[in-house]
C-alpha cells in the first residue's frame, strides 16, 4: 500500500508539472524540471539523493526514478511523508543550501482524515509552519498531500493550484492554524494537532518576550522586571530608608528632639551643679550618661540613607559603643547607690574601693570589651551593603548584610547582659531609706530598656525590607527615651519647680 501511495504521488506531480510546462497560460516564459527519487522509507538513502539534488549530480541505481529532458538548477527539494529523514536530509544539506540559496521543503502526512458530503475521505492539505531560514531553508512544510482514495483529477487541481500559487507569490504563506503570537506571549502546542496549531500564552512574571511569534519568554536580569505588556525588561525600584519620605521624616525629627533634649537637660545640670540633687551619685557619671545618650541618638541617624560601606559599618558599631558606653554609667551609679548605703553602716569602709576613680576605671573597662567584640566582627566578617532581590518581586531592597551574625548577635547579647545586670542591681536597692533614692528611677528607666530590646528581636527579624531599619531605629530611640526621661526628668522637676526640697538635708532624709 506504500509503494502504491509513493507512486500515485509521484504520477500526480509529473502530470502536474507537465500541464504547466504545457501551458502558455500559467507559467509563461518559465519550465520546471524534476528529479524524484525513492527513498525506500531507509535514512540514509534519503540524505544520499537529497546530496545528490543539491550538488547537481546523478544518483545512479537508483529504484524508480522518473526524470525530465530539460536540465536545470534544483530551487526546491521536497521531502516524502516520514519526519526522521526529512530532519536527516535538513540537518545535512543546510550548509550546502546556505551556499547555494536552495529551499527544501518537508511533506508530512496528516493525522486526521477528512470526509466529503458523501461520506468519502478528502483531501488533506495542509501548509504547517512555514518559517523560511536564513539559509533558505523552508522546514517542516506540508505541500499538497492528498489522500491517496481521492479522484486523480482533483488531486491533480489541487497540486496545480497549489504550485501556481507558490510560484506567483511573493509572499510568505500564514499558517492556516493559529495567528502569530504578539510580544509579550510565547508559543504553547495544542497537544494532538499539528505543530502550526497553538496558543499564545501570556509571559510569567518577570520574564518578556519582544518578538512576534516567539517560542519562549526570556528572563529580565534581576535587577529588571517585567512590565505590564510583558515585552519589555524595566529596571527594578531600589528602596531604603531614607530622608525624603515620610517615615524617614519622622525617625530623623525624633533623634533630633532626643539629641536638643538631652542638651538642654546638660546644660540644666551644669547650670545647678553645685546643688545635691546633682551631686548625689557621682555627677561626673550623671555627664557622661547624658553624653552617651546623645549619642545613642545621633547614631540612630546612621541608619538613615542609602547603605554604603563606611555606613553599614559605621551604624551597628558605634550603636553597639554607645549603648554599652550607657548602661556602663547606669551601671556604675547603680553600685554607687548600693555602696553608699553600705557606707552608712557601722565599721563599714567600701566606698574607698568604688570611689570615682574606680567609677571611672569600670565604664572603661565595660565599654572596652564592646569595642574588642567590634573590632573583631570587622576584622573578620564586618558588614557590607547588599542588594536584595529575593524579598520582594519587583523592588530592589538595598540593605546592611550582617556580615558575621555572630558578631551581631554577640554586640545584642553583651548590651542585654549589661541591661540585665543593671536591672537586677536597681532592684536590689530601689527600698534603701532614701528621699530620692535613684535606684529607684534606674529601676524603671532598665525595665523600659529591657522590655523595648526583648520585643525589639521577634519584630526585627520578621519586618520585610526597610521596615526591619525602622524598626531597629525605633528601638535604639524607645530605650534611650527611657533612660534619659525616667532617670534625669524627675531631678529637672525638683531642680527647676521644687528647688526647696533640693536641700542636704532633705536628701538625707532620716
Same mark, same amino acid.
Not at 576605671?361 to 567590634?374: N, P
Given at each position: 500500500m506504500i509503494k502504491i501511495l509513493r507512486f500515485q504521488?509521484?504520477?500526480?506531480?509529473?502530470?502536474?508539472?507537465?500541464?504547466?510546462?504545457?501551458?502558455?497560460?500559467?507559467?509563461?516564459?518559465?519550465?520546471?524540471?524534476?528529479?524524484?527519487?525513492?527513498?525506500?522509507?531507509?535514512?540514509?538513502?534519503?540524505?544520499?539523493?537529497?546530496?545528490?539534488?543539491?550538488?547537481?549530480?546523478?544518483?545512479?541505481?537508483?529504484?524508480?526514478?522518473?526524470?525530465?529532458?530539460?536540465?536545470? #538548477?534544483?530551487?526546491?527539494?521536497?521531502?516524502?511523508?516520514?519526519?526522521?529523514?526529512?530532519?536527516?536530509?535538513?540537518?545535512?544539506?543546510?550548509?550546502?543550501? #546556505?551556499?547555494?540559496?536552495?529551499?527544501?521543503?518537508?511533506?508530512?502526512?496528516?493525522?486526521?482524515?477528512?470526509?466529503?458530503? !458523501?461520506?468519502?475521505?478528502?483531501?488533506?492539505?495542509?501548509?504547517? !509552519?512555514? #518559517?523560511?531560514?536564513?539559509?533558505?531553508?523552508?522546514?517542516?512544510?506540508?505541500?499538497?498531500?492528498?489522500?491517496?482514495?481521492?479522484?486523480a483529477d482533483k488531486q491533480l487541481i489541487l497540486q496545480r493550484k497549489y504550485l501556481i500559487w507558490a510560484e506567483n507569490s511573493n509572499q510568505v504563506p500564514v499558517s492556516v492554524c493559529s495567528e502569530k503570537c504578539p510580544p509579550g506571549t510565547h508559543k504553547f502546542l495544542q497537544k494532538g494537532k499539528p505543530v502550526c496549531c497553538y496558543d499564545c500564552i501570556r509571559c510569567a512574571e518577570g520574564e518578556i518576550s519582544n518578538m512576534t511569534d516567539s517560542i519562549t519568554c526570556e528572563r529580565c536580569h534581576p535587577e529588571s522586571w517585567s512590565n505590564e505588556r510583558r515585552d519589555a525588561c524595566v529596571k527594578k525600584e531600589a528602596e531604603f530608608l531614607s530622608y525624603e519620605e515620610i517615615m524617614g521624616v519622622l525617625l530623623t525629627a525624633a533623634a533630633l528632639f532626643g539629641t536638643c533634649m538631652t542638651t538642654v537637660v546638660a546644660a540644666i545640670f551644669f547650670r545647678y551643679r553645685t546643688t545635691p540633687i546633682v551631686r548625689a551619685n557621682n555627677s561626673e557619671l550623671s555627664f557622661l550618661l547624658l553624653f552617651?545618650?546623645?549619642?545613642?541618638?545621633?547614631?540612630?541617624?546612621?541608619?538613615?540613607?542609602?547603605?554604603?560601606?563606611?555606613?553599614?559599618?559605621?551604624?551597628?558599631?558605634?550603636?553597639?559603643?554607645?549603648?554599652?558606653?550607657?548602661?556602663?554609667?547606669?551601671?556604675?551609679?547603680?553600685?554607687?547607690?548600693?555602696?553608699?548605703?553600705?557606707?552608712?553602716?557601722?565599721?563599714?569602709?567600701?566606698?574607698?574601693?568604688?570611689?570615682?576613680?574606680?567609677?571611672?576605671?569600670?565604664?572603661?573597662?565595660?565599654?572596652?570589651?564592646?569595642?574588642?567584640?567590634?573590632?573583631?566582627?570587622?576584622?573578620?566578617?564586618?558588614?557590607?551593603?547588599?542588594? !536584595?532581590?529575593?524579598?520582594?518581586?519587583?523592588?530592589?531592597?538595598?540593605?546592611?548584610?550582617?556580615?558575621?551574625?555572630?558578631?551581631?548577635?554577640?554586640?545584642?547579647?553583651?548590651?542585654?547582659?549589661?541591661?540585665?545586670?543593671?536591672?537586677?542591681?536597681a532592684f536590689l536597692a530601689r527600698k534603701l531609706p532614701d528621699n530620692f533614692n535613684e535606684a529607684k528611677l534606674i529601676t524603671f528607666s532598665m525595665l523600659i530598656f529591657c522590655a523595648v530590646w526583648i520585643t525589639f528581636i521577634p519584630a526585627y527579624v520578621s519586618s520585610p525590607g526597610k521596615f526591619s531599619v525602622a524598626v531597629e531605629i525605633f528601638a535604639i530611640l524607645a530605650s534611650s527615651f527611657g533612660l534619659l526621661i525616667c532617670t534625669f526628668i524627675p531631678k529637672c522637676y525638683v531642680i527647676l519647680l521644687k528647688p526647696e526640697i533640693n536641700t542636704k538635708k532633705n536628701m538625707m532624709g532620716k
Open positions: 504521488y509521484a504520477q500526480a506531480m509529473i502530470f502536474a508539472i507537465e500541464e504547466i510546462n504545457n501551458s502558455t497560460d500559467l507559467l509563461p516564459g518559465i519550465s520546471l524540471g524534476y528529479k524524484i527519487y525513492d527513498n525506500c522509507d531507509s535514512i540514509a538513502r534519503s540524505v544520499r539523493v537529497a546530496l545528490a539534488l543539491a550538488n547537481g549530480n546523478e544518483v545512479v541505481s537508483a529504484p524508480t526514478e522518473a526524470t525530465c529532458t530539460r536540465p536545470g #538548477q534544483v530551487q526546491a527539494i521536497i521531502g516524502g511523508t516520514s519526519s526522521s529523514p526529512c530532519m536527516a536530509i535538513a540537518t545535512v544539506i543546510g550548509p550546502i543550501l #546556505q551556499h547555494i540559496r536552495k529551499i527544501h521543503f518537508r511533506t508530512k502526512e496528516g493525522d486526521e482524515v477528512y470526509f466529503d458530503e !458523501n461520506g468519502d475521505p478528502a483531501a488533506k492539505y495542509e501548509i504547517i !509552519n512555514w #518559517q523560511p531560514t536564513e539559509n533558505g531553508i523552508v522546514d517542516f512544510v506540508t505541500v499538497g498531500l492528498y489522500d491517496a482514495y481521492l479522484p552617651s545618650l546623645t549619642l545613642c541618638f545621633l547614631c540612630s541617624l546612621t541608619f538613615i540613607g542609602r547603605p554604603s560601606e563606611w555606613s553599614c559599618m559605621l551604624r551597628h558599631t558605634a550603636f553597639g559603643i554607645t549603648f554599652v558606653l550607657c548602661i556602663s554609667c547606669v551601671l556604675g551609679k547603680t553600685i554607687v547607690v548600693l555602696m553608699a548605703f553600705r557606707a552608712t553602716l557601722p565599721g563599714s569602709n567600701v566606698m574607698k574601693w568604688f570611689g570615682p576613680a574606680q567609677q571611672r576605671l569600670s565604664v572603661v573597662a565595660f565599654t572596652l570589651i564592646q569595642v574588642v567584640i567590634c573590632m573583631l566582627w570587622l576584622t573578620i566578617s564586618p558588614p557590607f551593603p547588599f542588594k !536584595n532581590f529575593t524579598q520582594f518581586k519587583d523592588k530592589i531592597i538595598l540593605e546592611c548584610a550582617l556580615g558575621s551574625a555572630v558578631g551581631f548577635w554577640a554586640v545584642l547579647g553583651y548590651i542585654g547582659l549589661l541591661a540585665t545586670l543593671c536591672f537586677i542591681l
